[in-house]
């Protein structure tokens, strides 16, 4: 009998040694891959590149394909563009109205999602519709700063905007003007 209650206490302590975990070494974790322009700055998602010919008024980050190339033919991305204001005096309100103005024509079956003043010099909207013959969603950033837009846009296709989402918003939310 003591040597079955023996094993079965030696079998219990292998089991529960065998049940501890080492948590990992988080200090070590690499940094996130960051897009550092004249102007701004902002984190890239693992995996994204940046396209080549990127410029300082006008860069595009791209996403892996989601499945095989020759199936997944939209690439995820997102677009910073930087473009003058006419006024100094030019609000972030203005130039938000002025998109939402202009991006029927040339988004077809333009419909706007959400759209939120963040801060004074801020704006976010999110909208669907199609254009390249895909249905797509896209989120958009205008940053107002030394009479300059600065434009963040997330765009993917429409079906799969609830699960980039989440993903990608801390991304978007990194971005910040020097």
């Known amino acids: 009998m003591k040597q079955f209650i023996f094993a079965f206490l030696l079998c219990i302590g292998h089991c529960s040694i065998a049940q501890v975990q080492v948590a990992p070494d988080t ?8 897009l550092d322009k004249k102007t701004y700055k902002m984190d890239i998602p ?3 590149r940046i396209q080549d010919n990127c410029q ?9 394909t989601d499945t095989l190339s020759y199936i997944d033919r939209f690439v995820d991305n997102i677009n910073i563009t930087v473009d003058k204001l006419p006024s100094a005096n030019y609000t972030v309100d203005k ?3 002025f998109s939402i103005t202009y991006l029927p024509s040339v988004v077809k079956n333009f419909k706007i999602v959400e759209k939120k003043k963040l801060k004074p010099n801020v704006f976010m909207i999110t909208y669907k519709g199609e254009k390249s013959g895909y249905a797509q969603t896209w989120r958009q950033y ?14 993917c296709e ?8 989440d993903i990608v918003d801390p991304y978007l939310s990194s971005f910040k003007l020097k």
Do not use: H, R
């Open 158 to 165: 429409t079906e799969k905007y609830t699960y980039y989402k």
């Open 56 to 64: 300082e008024t006008l860069c595009s980050l791209l996403s892996p």
């Open 27 to 34: 200090s070590k974790a690499p940094k996130p891959m960051v």
């Open 95 to 97: 130039y938000a109205q």
């Open 142 to 155: 205008y940053y107002i700063k030394n009479a300059k837009v600065f434009i963040v846009t997330f765009a």
């Open 46 to 48: 693992k995996g994204w």
